[in-house]
């Protein structure tokens, strides 16, 4: 069981950045994909960014390309998704999701998830 703790978040203007953090206490996330998720109000969840074990990236969704990246520290355990140039669509409930399988970027395909961060970006 791979446990995932989020971290980051927050209400920031439009333009801002923000950094989520998604730490396993566990198992070593270098060996598992790794998907960002979001919900926004009144839609469903959606993949936001995914990446393989070695970075390569599996999908981007166009809202974010340009503005949003993934990095991992192996050595802290944890990947983080940098959030640049923030909109108020960008406003949601973000999740990291792990697994050692995944090939696409949809939450069916991802077994271990974080709790979930607020990103609110307004005004």
């Known amino acids: 069981q791979v446990r995932l703790v989020q971290s980051g978040g927050g209400l920031v203007q439009p333009g801002g950045s923000l950094r989520l953090s998604c730490t396993a206490s566990?198992?070593?996330?270098?060996?598992?994909?790794i998907g960002w998720f979001r919900r926004a109000p009144r839609k469903e969840r959606e993949g936001v960014l995914c990446?393989?074990?070695?970075?390569?990236?599996?999908f981007t969704a166009d809202s974010v390309k340009g503005r949003f990246t993934i990095s991992r520290d192996n050595a802290k355990n944890t990947v983080y998704l940098q959030m640049n140039n923030l909109k108020p669509e960008d406003t949601a409930l973000y999740y990291c999701?792990?697994?050692?399988?995944?090939?696409?970027?949809?939450?069916?395909?991802?077994?271990?998830w974080g709790q979930g961060t607020q990103v609110t970006v307004s005004s």
């Open positions: 999701a792990a697994d050692f399988w995944a090939r696409l970027c949809t939450p069916e395909a991802y077994d271990y």
């Open positions: 990446v393989n074990k070695i970075d390569s990236i599996l």
């Open positions: 566990t198992y070593a996330l270098e060996n598992y994909n």
